[in-house]
């Protein structure tokens, strides 16, 4: 399976933020500035597919989130530290 522009997007963004969360709205409007809330639905699910797979933490009030369905309300992204 190719990963699409929102997963890679992720990635990177964990990769320039190095250990630091973010929320999934500003990968978006990194990406699509004009539009991004039209890509909220999309970027969430590619964050999932991405924190299913084991590539990313995904939290809530610090928390992370089940891996079973999608979390309701803010959630965070973290990628893992690079050691």
Do not use: H
């Not at 933020?17 to 409007?29: I, T």
Request: with cysteine; aromatic share 10%; net charge positive.
């Amino acid at each position: 399976m190719q990963p699409d522009i929102l997963s890679l997007a992720i990635l990177e963004m964990c990769r320039m933020r190095r250990g630091s969360n973010f929320c999934p709205s500003e990968v978006v409007r990194w990406v699509y500035p004009q539009d991004w809330r039209y890509f909220m639905d999309d970027v969430r699910r590619s964050m999932m597919d991405l924190y299913r797979q084991g590539k990313i933490v995904v939290t809530q009030g610090g928390i992370p989130v089940g891996l079973e369905e999608m979390p309701k309300g803010p959630v965070r992204i973290q990628g893992f530290s690079e050691t």
